[in-house]
């Protein structure tokens, strides 16, 4: 008798290293499936109901998962497959092709974020409601090292970072990536391919492109193996990654892998096997090793969400703080005012607004620009990170729920550091953007300043003011806070 496995795609838009793929293709008959599930798009409340309202995936990441998902349809036809799509609550359209083609085993893919599992644990109740007609397979894909590998139980993981990388790099390994497989072709009754919808069919605005972007981030696994191809191969920038990494203008200085890697159209063991091969025929030097140190950082907060699952969540965070006084926007006008300033990029301090307005127009902002936007949001203006986070996981277009949330959480000093840390906001433009170029790419309006001036407008006089044409509460904001007052607060 023939067997027929269906293979639920998730955020794993790729076929090269795709375990759930691969074992799905040893069955005579292989039907990929990909839902777009309308609980992902539009407005949600944040932890299930208690505090505010936030839209889960804004237009930059919807117009990215579009991409990657008519991207894997185009690379399954090529090889004699398809991809079935719907629209609809993920674990019915699961359920109802998996009847449809009378399947054997459902494949997939597993996270260690609530929703994920959550997902998880709705298709797996509904495929119970086939009678016990379908057996699930669900595979570890998506960090660097597979969670089988890790020296000791995920449960047991170390809570800081260099304890968890130097007990991976010494004592487990990276597993090769797997290749793609020959694909079975699809049964004779397969449901119809359907259509991959558009941003606008899921309720989410298309947005326009910003030319002043890093890079015009284009989703699916052949755009992310150009990437590499781009940035590893073609200009050699591996080499010099680590002196790089903290720019924050242009395409080269870090490699931009993150929206493919999140999406899944890149697997993580696919890069660190490119980096081998760099190393062996080209340079092998402290950046070329950064660029897995920095993987490792993304799977460090894999195996923390494992380990602690929907704590990251908590306002006081895995370290169960209640010693921080957070102002929330619910309750607080002062606080909904500071916060709206804040994400709109209109808080006067230019460094923290040309970062947001980076993220609002194209969905990316560098990682320096991260740490001092959620430092400043946290730490200066102490609004409630969440609504922070929650705005990135809107906004980016490489949005993952551990990084992301687990970023925060460390920032605002109730995750993975002890230490009570903050960013001072002008020293950090100071020494990353030294000339203002990136500070005036973002806020025009302050390209009659100086740059020290473009970095601290309020320390202009009004004659300054008026000669330069940039007067405060006119042509850019005055400041939301005064920033000494707030850094003496945090002593
Ligand atoms: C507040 C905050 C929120 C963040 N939210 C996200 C998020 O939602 N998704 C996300 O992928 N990264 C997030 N990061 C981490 C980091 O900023 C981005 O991964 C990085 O800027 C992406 O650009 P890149 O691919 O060029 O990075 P590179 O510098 O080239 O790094 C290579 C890869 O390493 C990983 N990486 C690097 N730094 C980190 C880090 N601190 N944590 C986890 N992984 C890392 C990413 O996968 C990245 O693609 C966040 C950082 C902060 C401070």
Redo the contacts with the bound molecule.
């Keep these: 008798m023939s067997d027929t496995a269906l293979v639920w795609f998730r955020r794993d838009l790729r076929l090269h290293d795709h375990e759930a793929l691969t074992e799905a293709a040893a069955a005579d008959r292989v039907v990929p499936v990909y839902a777009f599930d309308p609980r992902a798009y539009g407005s949600s409340e944040f932890g299930g109901g208690d505090s505010f309202r936030y839209e889960k995936t804004g237009g930059f990441r919807a117009r990215f998962r579009r991409e990657s998902v008519a991207d894997l349809r185009d690379s399954l036809r090529d090889r004699g497959a398809d991809l079935v799509v719907r629209e609809g609550p993920t674990e019915h359209v699961v359920a109802a092709v998996a009847d449809h083609v009378d399947a054997d085993t459902v494949h997939f893919h597993t996270w260690p974020c609530p929703e994920e599992a959550g997902a998880e644990a709705a298709v797996r109740e509904a495929l119970r409601g086939l009678d016990g007609r379908v057996d699930t397979r669900r595979y570890w894909g998506h960090t660097l090292y597979h969670i089988n590998d890790l020296p000791s139980d995920y449960r047991n993981v170390a809570d800081t970072y260099t304890a968890f990388r130097t007990s991976v790099e010494s004592d487990a390994s990276v597993r090769p990536p797997l290749g793609i497989p020959d694909l079975p072709p699809l049964p004779d009754d397969a449901p119809a391919p359907g259509d991959v919808p558009t941003p606008a069919d899921l309720g989410v605005d298309d947005p326009a492109t910003d030319d002043r972007g890093v890079l015009p981030f284009e989703g699916g696994e052949s755009a992310a193996l150009d990437r590499i191809e781009r940035y590893l191969w073609d200009e050699d920038r591996l080499r010099e990654?680590k002196e790089t990494?903290n720019g924050m203008l242009g395409q080269g200085?870090?490699?931009?892998?993150?929206?493919w890697?999140?999406e899944g159209c890149l697997s993580?063991r696919y890069?660190h096997d490119e980096v081998d091969r760099y190393e062996d025929l080209r340079v092998s030097n402290e950046s070329t090793y950064w660029?897995v140190f920095?993987?490792?950082?993304?799977d460090?907060?894999q195996f923390q969400f494992a380990k602690h699952g929907a704590t990251f969540f908590d306002l006081g965070g895995i370290r169960g703080r209640t010693d921080i006084d957070w102002r929330d926007p619910a309750a607080d006008d002062a606080a909904a005012r500071a916060f709206e300033r804040w994400a709109a990029g209109e808080t006067g301090i230019p460094f923290v607004d040309a970062n947001m307005r980076e993220l609002n127009r194209t969905g990316?902002?560098?990682?320096r620009?991260?740490?001092v936007?959620?430092s400043f949001l946290a730490n200066n203006l102490r609004v409630d990170w969440r609504r922070?986070?929650a705005h990135?996981?809107t906004r980016?277009v490489?949005?993952?729920?551990?990084?992301?949330?687990?970023?925060?959480a460390?920032?605002a000093g109730v995750g993975n550091d002890s230490r009570d840390r903050y960013f001072n906001v002008v020293k950090q433009a100071r020494n990353y953007d030294g000339a203002a170029d990136y500070v005036t790419h973002w806020l025009p309006e302050l390209d009659p300043l100086s740059p020290e001036y473009a970095h601290e407008p309020w320390k202009l006089s009004s004659r300054e003011q008026a000669e330069h044409g940039v007067e405060l509460g006119i042509d850019y904001p005055e400041p939301v806070v005064d920033l000494e007052r707030s850094y003496e607060k945090l002593r």
């Design positions: 990654y990494r200085y870090s490699s931009k892998l993150s929206p890697l999140n993580p890069v660029l920095e993987l490792l950082w993304r460090f907060y990316y902002m560098s990682n620009g991260r740490q936007v959620a922070g986070a990135f996981e980016l490489d949005y993952d729920p551990a990084s992301n949330y687990g970023n925060w460390y920032v």
